[in-house]
């Protein structure tokens, strides 16, 4: 008997990971991700590994046994109770995680679900989602990994997300005064054609790097979306476009009236400012697809929306404690390596508060910085050298009197993006000060030294 092969699913517990589970759960053996520890019983093809995707070591445990790689990660929930960065540097992070993790336990292929791209950005530039959708594709490409990028626009079925705020949308208002955006084009695909499309890919060496844009030949603007829905749920509603309402206000429009969190609201009102078609020339062509109607993709998901799979039970979660996670994202126009900038980093530092900081390296990977006149640091550095080279380098925050943990915390500079820039992190960290003295002082404080270093890098001439 063949041996089903093993997939593991970063981002399981969402939308599509859970009906790609609930669907091929016989075909395959599933490893599936999540933040937090299942408990009780799991299907014996589906084992539930508990993972902290920040951590490459973690990541590398989690992904051992599998042949194949589905990532499905977008902007992930907080795991801290303070996050310094933005969502793009955050996703960026993590897939450079990813990469390195699947690259070291040999992965056979990694298959990434992103967003159509505008094929021209006319008089605005491309949203921050769609640009970070892309820096996504190109870091999990990047260690020679056989890779497959699929690029969706609005995905219909029951419990996805993109659908419930059209569904709300419809529900809620007889009458909607749109933005002009809504009369942009793009292509929805039903759930079941996305599905179909996965598993043609999968470990296909057919579709070994290339990137496929999918989506039903029906090309359809954002109102004329919502109108075909009106008609599949019965209703009769007015929808008309008016060019008065600006993006902001169209954000806090949809969200308001959707029901719907900020953070699905804002990409997909961002992406109204451009057409999002199939590129023919990055049409799926491997296998013939009897696309769904957007309608009959509606009908579909209204008539199953009580089908949509359960999450396992998870652990319940402490409560957050006081530990700080910051990402910055750093130039590097010099194309210098994450270990020169984090030597570099070292010398900066107390150069740049001369007055204030002295910092003591004993050569030996340990640095410490020190305020000037006191004999105890606050904050010592200890590389890992096992685990840092020239691209990238990893410290444990083992002392200082700023810092309560010494035991978890660590800060590392890499290369990310093939050395376009340097991405600069702390995590786990746990400060020693009041939280809400640190939040107002410490915090900002590192934020606005790091945007000084960066502003030194750009600057910096040999």
């Known amino acids: 008997m063949q041996k089903k092969p ?4 970063a981002g399981a517990n969402g939308y599509i990971g859970k009906w790609f589970i609930a669907t091929f759960a016989g075909k395959y053996r599933i490893i599936a991700l999540s933040r937090r520890e299942v408990v009780g019983e799991q299907h014996p093809d589906i084992e539930w590994r508990q993972v902290e995707l920040y951590s490459i070591t973690s990541t590398t445990m989690a992904l051992q046994g599998a042949d194949y790689a589905i990532y499905l990660i977008h902007s992930m929930s907080p795991s801290t109770r303070l996050n310094q960065g933005s969502f793009e540097d955050t996703d960026l992070l993590l897939a450079d995680n990813f990469a390195r993790a699947a690259q070291k336990v040999g992965i056979q292929h990694i298959l990434y679900l992103g967003g159509i791209l505008p094929k021209e950005t006319g008089d605005y530039p491309m949203s921050k989602h ?3 959708r892309l820096e996504v594709e190109e870091t999990l490409s990047a260690k020679g990994i056989p890779f497959t990028a699929l690029r969706a626009g609005i995905i219909v079925g029951p419990g996805g997300s993109s659908f419930q705020m059209i569904e709300k949308l419809v529900r809620k208002l007889p009458v909607m005064a ?6 942009s084009e793009t292509q929805a ?11 043609v890919c999968l470990g296909n060496p057919e579709a070994y790097g290339r990137v496929f844009e999918i989506g039903s030949p029906e090309v359809l603007s954002y109102k004329q979306m919502m109108e075909l829905a009106a008609k599949a749920m019965g209703k009769k509603r007015y929808i008309f476009s008016v060019p008065v309402f600006s993006v902001g206000f169209s954000k806090l429009w949809v969200g308001f009236f959707s029901d719907s969190p900020s953070s699905l609201v804002s990409p997909l009102v961002e992406s109204l400012r451009h057409t999002l078609t199939v590129d023919p020339a ?26 949509v799979p359960c999450s396992p039970t998870f652990k319940k979660e402490a409560k957050p404690k006081n530990t700080v996670r910051s ?13 020169w900038v984090a030597n570099r980093y070292k010398v900066w530092l107390p150069t740049f508060f001369s007055v204030f900081i002295n910092a003591a390296d004993n050569g030996k990977g340990e640095v410490a910085f020190y305020p000037l006149f006191f004999k105890k640091p606050m904050l010592k550095l200890s590389l890992v050298p096992d685990r840092s080279d020239h691209k990238r380098q990893l410290f444990y925050i083992t002392g200082g009197w700023l810092v309560k943990r010494i ?3 660590w800060l590392e500079f890499r290369e990310v993006l093939g050395g376009k820039h340097i991405m600069t992190a702390i995590h786990e ?3 020693r000060l009041p939280w809400i003295i640190y939040v107002n002082t410490q915090a900002i404080a590192h934020v606005w030294v790091m945007r000084r270093f960066s502003s030194y890098l750009k600057k910096y001439h040999d």
């Open 6 to 9: 093993t997939i593991v699913i």
């Open 327 to 339: 990402i910055q994202r750093l130039p590097n126009t010099r194309h210098r390596s994450a270990q």
């Open 189 to 199: 695909i039903s759930l079941r054609d996305t599905l179909q499309i996965m598993d």
């Open 429 to 431: 960290f746990v400060p």
């Open 130 to 132: 769609l640009s970070s």
């Open 407 to 409: 035991d978890y915390g």
């Open 178 to 183: 749109c933005p002009k955006w809504t009369l």
């Open 282 to 307: 990055l049409r799926f062509d491997l296998a013939e697809i009897d696309y769904l109607s957007y309608e009959e993709s509606v009908s579909d998901a209204l008539a199953r929306a009580k089908e």
